[in-house]
Structures are given as C-alpha cells and as structure tokens.
T-cell receptor
Framework: EPEVTQTPSHQVTQMGQEVILRCVPI?????FYWYRQILGQKVEFLVS????????KSEIFDDQFSVERPDGSNFTLKIRSTKLEDSAMYFC???????????FGSGTQLSVL | GENVEQHPSTLSVQEGDSAVIKCTYS??????FPWYKQELGKRPQLIID?????GEKKDQRIAVTLNKTAKHFSLHITETQPEDSAVYFC???????????FGKGTRLHILP
C-alpha cells in the first residue's frame, strides 16, 4: 500500500527556534493535512491544503505556523518560534478526493526544550 | 464548527466478549465517519468507515452503525482478541469544511 512519509521522526529544539517538519504525501493525492497529538490526547486538526492554498485551519494554527508545498512532492509545516506547548506528535495526512480514506504518515515527535 | 463526542474514554472487556464504542456529532451536514485504531507510538490506522447514505457496515469482526437522525454512530468489535487492545478514535467529516474532526479516543483493554 502507498505511504505518506515524514521526516524527521524525532525533532528536538530549543524554545524560540524555528522548525520545519517535512512530509511527502502519496503521489497522486491532492488534499493535504497536518494534525497534531499531544501525548495521551486526541488527534487535533491544524490545517488543510488544496490547490496550493490553505482551505481550512484551526484556532491552533496561528501566525507562528505556516505550510508550503515547495515542489511537486513535499509538503512542509513550519513553526516560526517554537513554544513549550508545541511539543507533540505531528502527523501529515493526504487523500486523493474529498470523501476518500485519509492516509496518515508515521509522525514527527517534536520536543521543545 | 463540528464537534465529536466519544464514550467511554476507557473500556475493558474479557477476551472473546464484544466491545462497543459510541460517538455523537453535532453538524448534520457531516457525511463521512471513519474509525481509526492507534497503537502506542504509531500512526492512526483506518479500520472501517461509513458514509451517510448507509446505516450499517461490517468487515469481519468489526461493524459500524450510523443513526443520522440522532447523529450517533458506533463501533462494534465482536470476539475480541488481545491484539484489539489500542486506542480507538471516531471521526466525522464534512465536504464544506474539508477537515476530519476526531473524538477524544477510547482506550480499549482486552483482558485475558
């Protein structure tokens, strides 16, 4: 089965630093998402991206967050100035059409010290 | 916006018995309801889904039911096995919002 790949698997950073989380969605997919999961809690929606623009974002996705699809394969999440509370597992996801199955990547565990 | 409530938060059942997890959603425009299983440290994996034009769907030991009028949907696992132990998340999706909203999860323990 095709997979969404994410790098790195773990990222440790100092508070205030910028981080970029990288994702390669499944090749023929058009809809891309970032979710996060704080340890032991639910999976929270951050942002959806389609046709090279953000289609929906949550309250969590403030001005410190941005997404980009710099080329035909990568989809990145940037956190400009990390805070302690940004520590979480970040999942990238993609799907081919609106009502289709959402495929999740294996996640990036972000630790902000 | 859409809100998804999930109960119970923790569920323990004897191996071989059935487990039922229930969810409710707030927005009647929701039209797709997936269920995910997440093992410790792993990504959520889709185990079954149901669309709003169907009332029930079954896949081997797993079934999902949907009551659109009451805005309820449930996951049923029969003949539970140790490998069913995990956290299960229900979710709801609406085309117009292009996002899947997850419930808070149910930690299922299968007791020997």
């Amino acid at each position: 089965e095709p997979e969404v790949t994410q790098t790195p698997s773990h990222q440790v950073t100092q508070m205030g630093q910028e981080v970029i989380l990288r994702c390669v969605p499944i090749s023929n997919h058009l809809y891309f998402y970032w979710y996060r999961q704080i340890l032991g809690q639910k999976v929270e929606f951050l942002v959806s991206f389609y046709n090279n623009e953000i289609s929906e974002k949550s309250e969590i996705f403030d001005d410190q967050f941005s997404v980009e699809r710099p080329d035909g394969s990568n989809f990145t999440l940037k956190i400009r100035s990390t805070k302690l509370e940004d520590s979480a597992m970040y999942f990238c996801a993609s799907k081919g059409r609106p009502n289709e199955k959402l495929f999740f990547g294996s996640g990036t565990q972000l630790s902000v010290l | 916006g859409e809100n998804v409530e999930q109960h119970p938060s923790t569920l323990s059942v004897q191996e071989g018995d059935s487990a039922v997890i229930k969810c409710t959603y707030s927005d009647s425009a929701s039209n797709y309801f997936p269920w995910y299983k997440q093992e410790l440290g792993k990504r959520p994996q889709l185990i079954i889904d149901i669309r709003s034009n169907v009332g029930e769907k079954k896949d081997q030991r797993i079934a999902v039911t949907l009551n659109k009028t009451a805005k309820h949907f449930s996951l049923h696992i029969t003949e539970t096995q140790p490998e069913d132990s995990a956290v299960y998340f229900c979710a709801a999706f609406m085309n117009r919002d292009d996002k899947i909203i997850f419930g808070k999860g149910t930690r299922l323990h299968i007791l020997p």
